[in-house]
């Protein structure tokens, strides 16, 4: 009998499976790069404006990036059957799911905040906003992937490229996005931001104790 | 052993598609009368004898449509969620039809409080649109009730949507408060209250009595419109059935 | 409990609201109205598509009346 694989052993092999699909991976940030420069090209390159409207720019690019990742944080693991493997496994699979959420988090929600101060720069955000943007983008896209993944879980059989998954979770991901921005604008405006962004962190916290749990019951309905 | 039975016995009868067709079919006719009665009077004595706002004038009138759908609609969704939890946690087919039911109703009754919102918002912002608190969270309403509705055509397995959107509908109710929650809280951070419509405390009292009696026309119309949609999914799922079959050979012979 | 409006036209008028007031009240009817109509279209649907599944196994074989 095969020992039951650890929390961090799965969390190690799907950020090991994004490695080897480095392209897929690797598209969703350049996508966010590459929508945050149509924001100068269609609005106006004048710093004063832009620095007006980047702390939601940033955020909605951000969520974006993330909703076109998200669905491939079951999709492999169904095509190839493993996902079935760990639906049979005699184990509470709201771990494993928990683990997927937090390798979702480290190769797109990660790389998105460490990349960014480079667009902010670009897009001339105060430096003082930074710490503000970063805090709340790390703790915003770790909720919009644990969100996520309970959307991806219910549409994770219904095959790829449809439009429902968005269409299912972005209503979800409106408080989070209110949160995420008016941290940064509390920022940009001198304000203490820690309300806002306390606010997020207890959203966190409530989305990973449950988000887990729910997906984990989509999955036994909808890959059975 | 037996009281035990009898005790659970209207459960397990309101589980069962052809007990609940049978006495929807009796109830109907009598809920049917008593939504238009209400919902007529309450037109009548909103549109036409309630005195005219102060402020507002007579555009304040569609308060009586705005509000009760608004309510329902709110309220219709919780009905949806509960109806999914049921039917998840003692697998009742039955319960899984209401939830199925009521997310079309849901999605129109939003539909009417945001389009009667935006007429009524003409007059009185001197717009049609307005990125208010309230409207924004029932914006984001219709998105989560269009969700389901996606949701259960999505897939080819009848049991399959049944599951996947109760459990997106679920989903939905833990997050409803929070989405109200965080608009309200955005709204007061980017604007400053603009006119309010009605504040509930200080509506007249002729102006209230026709809104209660069209809030209870809303009720009774919201059941109406849930039974009428549960019947035709039963029908739909019990299509083979013995019971089905011998009601529509019963209909034909007569 | 007197009506609020002198003639007809006072009550289409709604004192220069009209327009908002019946357009909302008409919109809002309508769809009331297409909550009833639908389901209950469905519903017969459902119904004929058995009795003529009915009635074609009742030209073909002898065996289904059995359940």
């Not at chain 2, 989560?144 to 459990?167: C, D, K, N, P, T």
């Amino acid at each position: 009998m095969a020992r039951t694989p650890s929390f961090l052993a799965y969390v190690r092999r799907d950020v090991l499976l994004a490695y080897r699909r480095l392209g897929d991976t690797v598209a969703p940030l350049i996508f966010f790069t590459m929508v945050c420069t149509l924001v100068p090209l269609g609005l106006s390159p004048d710093p004063q404006r832009l620095s007006e409207i980047a702390p939601g720019i940033m955020w909605i690019m951000a969520l974006l990036a993330t909703l076109l990742s998200i669905e491939r944080i079951f999709a492999f693991d169904f095509e190839d059957g493993s996902l079935e493997q760990l639906l049979i496994a005699p184990q509470l699979i709201a771990l494993p799911v928990l683990a997927k959420i937090v390798a979702h988090w480290l190769v797109t929600g990660l790389p998105l905040t460490l990349l960014s101060p480079l667009l902010a720069m670009t897009l001339s955000l105060p430096t003082s906003a930074y710490p503000a943007m970063l805090l709340s983008l790390a703790i915003g896209s770790a909720y919009l992937s644990a969100v996520g993944a309970v959307g991806a879980s219910l549409t994770v059989s219904l095959g790829r490229g449809g439009l429902l998954l968005p269409l299912l979770v972005v209503p979800l991901y409106m408080p989070i996005m209110i949160f995420g921005t008016a941290t940064v604008f509390y920022a940009v405006d001198g304000l203490h931001w820690s309300g806002p962004l306390a606010a997020m962190g207890a959203m966190l916290c409530a989305a990973l104790a449950l988000c887990p749990l729910a997906a984990a019951a989509a999955l036994r309905v909808t890959s059975a | 052993m037996v009281t035990e039975v009898k005790k659970w016995q209207w459960f397990y009868r309101l589980g069962s598609p052809r007990w609940f067709y049978e006495i929807t079919g009796r109830w109907l006719p009598w809920l049917l009368c008593a939504a238009s009665l209400l919902l007529a009077s309450g037109l009548f004595w909103g549109l036409l004898v309630a005195p005219p706002d102060a402020r507002q004038g007579n555009s304040f009138r569609i308060i009586y449509l705005h509000v009760p759908a608004a309510i329902l609609a709110l309220v219709g969704y919780y009905i949806m969620a509960l109806a999914g939890a049921v039917g998840l946690i003692w697998r009742i087919k039955m319960s899984f039809m209401v939830m199925k039911s009521a997310a079309p109703i849901g999605a129109a009754l939003t539909f009417i409080a945001l389009f009667t919102g935006a007429v009524w918002g003409k007059p009185s912002w001197g717009t049609y649109w307005v990125w208010d608190a309230r409207i924004t969270s029932m914006l984001i309403l219709l998105f989560l009730y269009l969700g389901v509705l996606a949701l259960q055509r999505a897939f080819s397995s009848a049991e399959m949507a049944y599951r996947a959107s109760a459990i997106l509908a679920l989903v939905g109710t833990i997050n409803i408060p929070i989405i109200y929650k965080s608009v309200d809280w955005w709204h007061t951070l980017h604007q400053p209250a603009t006119l309010k419509l009605t504040s509930a405390s200080s509506i007249h009292i002729d102006m209230l009595q026709p809104l209660i009696v069209m809030i209870c026309g809303f009720y009774v119309f919201y059941v109406v419109a849930l039974c009428l949609f549960t019947r035709a999914e039963i029908i739909r799922r019990e299509a083979t059935s013995a019971w089905v079959r011998a009601l529509v050979s019963n209909e034909s012979s007569r | 409990m007197n009506i609020q409006f002198a003639s007809f036209n006072e009550i289409l008028a709604m004192g220069g609201h009209g327009l908002y007031v019946w357009v909302a009240v008409t919109v809002s009817v309508a769809v009331l109205a297409a909550l009833l109509v639908v389901p209950w279209q469905s519903h017969t649907r459902a119904l004929n598509q058995v009795r003529l599944r009915l009635e074609r196994h009742a030209g073909g074989s002898a065996e289904e009346g059995v359940d």
